[in-house]
């Protein structure tokens, strides 16, 4: 399952391609084409995922280092390869991406109706970037798959998005670009300090002292605006608010999380004293972004900007477990990533299942609904009380990991990240209320239908997902325990080696 043997990586990253090139042989009338992109995009995307399942099924969850790695030589005058490989950190990922990709396309199913075949070759660039992204081990690599997002995700915002569409994607662009930019130089940097964009030989790399701050600090301006972190947030709204409901879904359930996985394959792994330097900065910046994103939710009229804002203060929490280095805190920050990356999917459908029907956000436009749509009531209520951190499903075990890890820290850092628990099921239970219980007044709400089949197939995987996460946690710590305690071992090996340097050179 390596480069000695069956490229699945390789496969698994670029099989989507294969479904562009399908999608743009397609000819016929303008259902005609519709129709076989569909169904192609939805096809590949299927097979992606089910040959994604081989890396779960085939990972060994006892080998902290990568697995399944490829390597061919690229530029090799340079130092640069062509390498994939996954550990228990990025595999998960990896799943995640080809698991949403088959679940935007049915989403937009019926919701998309001009330029369809464009629509899927976008999402399927997208998928190939976002595997390509998780799966690099050549910084390099992973440079351009990163920035490589942009392109089709640029487009989906601008060209199917709303009325504002083409000033939320510019927006979006700028802000994701500019932070980037910097990136490149300190990986620039590395590179002649080491000499190779390996990233496995990168982590074992001693970087000078005095070059990790400023490495740091050009990492950050790009990590920190993918994230996103306040007070770089303000593209995420906008961005939300315009995108169709798949844009959406992908948006906050990959894209959201490539900021936090650069922090831990790049920040935490190679530039360990900036890093402990840095974190009461980051915290600071975490708990504003807990506090306050929370109490802007909570004034939000609009379901999408609601959860468009609790998106960031969920990450926020991500960022408190990834900077606190120890094994609770980080197993915490990617238990909540994932689990995110599902509940705020599974939200922002919940909100295009009305908007098709009654084309507004707006939750006063709303209310009453459980009578005309129960099952839409029983799958919203899960995915709110998931975002809650209700004990049970995949929301709590995440955030109680982090917390746990920032009272190893200080107990003051552990009690305000709390608060967001405390503000996240004020806003959420107030959404529900306005949106589900009470009187239905309206007339379009009286005749409204409850789900459809197709969008039960979108929702039903979601929901078994944040209830699998919430019972059975370990079957998803398990894969990244063992990467997770070797990343927290070498940093802190690499801070006691740095304060013996220092002492020497004292004396």
Known sequence: MNAAGFPILSLVTWLPIAGVL???????????????????????????????????????????????????????????????????????FVLLSTA?????????????????????????????????????????VFYMFFEGVLIPMYLIIGVWGGPRRVYAAIKFFLYTLAGSVLMLLALLAIWYQAGTTDIVTLLHTNIPVTMQSWLFIAFFASF?????????????????????????????????????????????????????????????????????????????????????????????????????????????ALFQMLSHGVVSAALFLCVGVVYDRIHSREIA???????????????????????????????FVGEFLVLVGAFKVNFWLAALGSLGMILGAAYMLYLYRRVIFGVITRDDLKTILDLSPREVMVFAPLVILTLWMGVYPSSFTGFFDAAVNAMVDHHHAALATTSKLAGVFAR
């Open 100 to 140: 949403l990709t088959p679940i935007c396309i049915l989403a937009s199913w019926d919701a998309i109706q001009t330029r369809v075949r464009e629509y899927m070759i976008a999402f399927l660039i997208l998928e190939t970037m976002m595997v390509g992204m998780f799966a690099a081990l050549d910084a390099i």
């Open 224 to 332: 920190a605006v993918k994230v996103p972190m306040w007070p770089v947030h303000t593209w995420l709204p906008d961005a939300h608010v315009e995108a169709p409901t798949a844009g959406s879904v992908i948006l906050a359930g990959v894209l959201l999380k490539m900021g936090a996985y650069g922090f831990l394959r790049f920040s935490v792994p190679m530039l360990p004293v900036a890093t402990a330097n840095f974190a009461p900065f980051i915290y600071t910046l975490s708990i504003v972004a807990v506090i306050y994103t929370s109490l802007v939710a909570f004034a939000q009229t609009d379901m999408k900007k609601l959860i468009a804002y609790s998106s960031v203060a969920h990450m926020g929490v991500v960022t408190i477990g990834i900077f606190t280095v120890n094994a609770q805190g980080i197993a915490g």
């Open 22 to 92: 399908f999608l743009m042989s397609v000819r016929g009338d303008e259902e005609t084409v519709a129709s076989n992109a569909r169904w192609g995009a939805l096809w590949t995307s299927l097979v992606v995922f089910a040959l994604s399942l081989v890396l779960w099924v085939k990972f060994n969850q006892a080998d902290g280092g990568f697995q399944f790695v490829e390597n061919a030589a690229w530029l090799p005058q340079w130092g640069i390869s062509y390498k994939l490989g996954v550990d228990g950190i990025s595999v998960l």
């Open 365 to 395: 436009r709303y209310g009453g609904l459980a009578s005309r749509m129960p099952k839409y009531a029983f799958a919203f209520m899960l995915f709110s009380m998931a975002s809650c951190g209700l004990p049970g499903t995949a929301g």
